[in-house]
C-alpha cells in the first residue's frame, strides 16, 4: 500500500442500512441471529470499520478527513442522491461514533433496495472536483438488488436495468477503486463474480468499460477468527487490488475518454443528530478478538 504512493488519494466509506440487516430477516447466523447494526457489542459493521480502516490510515500516513455515507434508509432511497452523507471523519478512529449516533437515531429507519449507485456517484463527483484518486469502501450486508424495468420506446420492449451496474461501469472512467465488503450470511453468489458482471452488462448495453475496478471480499469466513495473521490477510485481501489499479491509472492517465468534467449527481440527503443524542460506545475489544458470547 505505501509503495503505491496513496498519500495523495482520498477515503470514502458506505454503510448499508437495509431492512435485511434486521435480526427479524432470520439471515444472521454468523451474529447470533442479532441485527447487524447492534450496539450493545462491536457488531460485524463495526469490526471491519477497525480492522480495515487502521491498515488503510497506516497506508496514508496521516489522519486524513473524509466523508462518511450511508444508503438504504428510508430518508435516502427516495431522494435523487441515493445515500445520506453523516459527516467528515477525521481518521477512521471518527468513522464509528459516527456511525453509532446514526444508528442510533430513532428518526433512522432501515428500509431498500440495496443499491451502491447512489455512493458510487457521490465518489465519481468528488474524483471530478479533486482530480484526486478515491478508494470507495461499501460495507454491506446483501447482494445489489436495484434492477429497475425499462421499456424501450421503439419496440416496446422490456428491460431489466441496474443503476448500480451502471454507475460502476461510469466510475471506470475515474481514478475509483471500489471495494465491496460483504457481512452476515449472504448468500454472495452474484458478489463473488462482480468483476465479470459489470464487464458483461457494459457490453450489452454498449457502455465503454475502461478498467475493473471493483472487488468483493466477504467478512463472513472470518467472524470468528482471533487469529491475528488470519484477520491480517482479510485486510490485505480488501485493498490488495488498490496498488495495482493506481499503477494502472499513473501510466494509461485518471480519467478515461468518457469521463465528464462537470460533477452531475444531486447532493446527499445531509444527516445531522438530535438535540442532546448521544451514544455510549460499547465497552471496546480488541480489534483481533470477538465480544464474548451471550448467554
Known amino acids: 500500500m505505501r509503495e503505491a504512493n496513496l498519500e495523495d488519494s482520498d477515503m470514502v466509506v458506505a454503510i448499508d442500512m437495509t431492512r435485511s ?20 457489542t462491536l457488531n460485524p459493521y463495526e469490526r471491519v470499520m477497525e480492522l480495515v480502516g487502521h491498515e488503510v490510515a497506516r497506508a496514508l500516513d496521516r489522519d486524513a478527513k473524509f ?43 432501515k428500509s431498500g433496495p440495496t443499491s451502491f449507485a447512489g455512493v458510487i456517484n457521490y465518489t465519481i463527483d468528488h474524483s471530478i472536483t479533486t482530480g484526486r484518486f478515491h478508494t470507495l469502501i461499501i460495507i454491506t450486508d446483501g447482494q445489489i438488488n436495484d434492477s429497475v424495468d425499462v421499456h424501450s420506446a421503439p419496440s416496446g420492449r422490456v428491460a431489466k ?45 454498449g457502455m465503454p ?41 499513473d501510466v494509461h492517465g485518471k480519467m478515461g475518454p468518457g469521463a465528464s468534467t462537470t460533477t452531475k449527481h444531486a447532493e446527499p440527503v445531509k444527516w445531522s443528530p438530535p438535540e442532546a443524542h448521544v451514544v455510549p460506545m460499547p465497552p471496546p475489544f480488541p480489534v483481533s478478538g470477538m465480544p464474548p458470547p451471550r448467554h
Open 67 to 109: 466523508p462518511v455515507l450511508a444508503f438504504g434508509d428510508a430518508g435516502s432511497v427516495d431522494h435523487a442522491a441515493g445515500c445520506v452523507y453523516l459527516g467528515d471523519a477525521e481518521g477512521f478512529d471518527a468513522v464509528r461514533p459516527l456511525y453509532r449516533s446514526f444508528v442510533a437515531d430513532p428518526r433512522v429507519r
Open 21 to 40: 440487516n434486521e435480526a427479524s430477516m432470520g439471515g444472521n447466523v454468523s451474529f447470533e441471529g442479532l441485527d447487524l447494526h447492534d450496539l450493545k
Open 209 to 249: 468499460y475502461r478498467v475493473d475496478c471493483c472487488q468483493f471480499v466477504p467478512f463472513t469466513s472470518y467472524m470468528r477468527t482471533t487469529d491475528p495473521a488470519v484477520l491480517h490477510r482479510f485486510t490485505l485481501a480488501c485493498l490488495q487490488e488498490v496498488p495495482q489499479l493506481k499503477a494502472w491509472l
Open 161 to 205: 436495468r441496474s443503476p448500480t451496474m451502471e454507475a460502476l461501469i461510469r466510475a471506470s472512467q475515474y481514478p475509483i477503486e471500489v471495494i465491496v465488503i460483504g457481512v452476515g450470511d449472504g448468500p454472495w453468489g452474484s458478489m463473488e463474480s462482480l468483476d465479470d458482471e459489470v464487464r458483461d452488462v457494459a457490453k450489452s448495453l
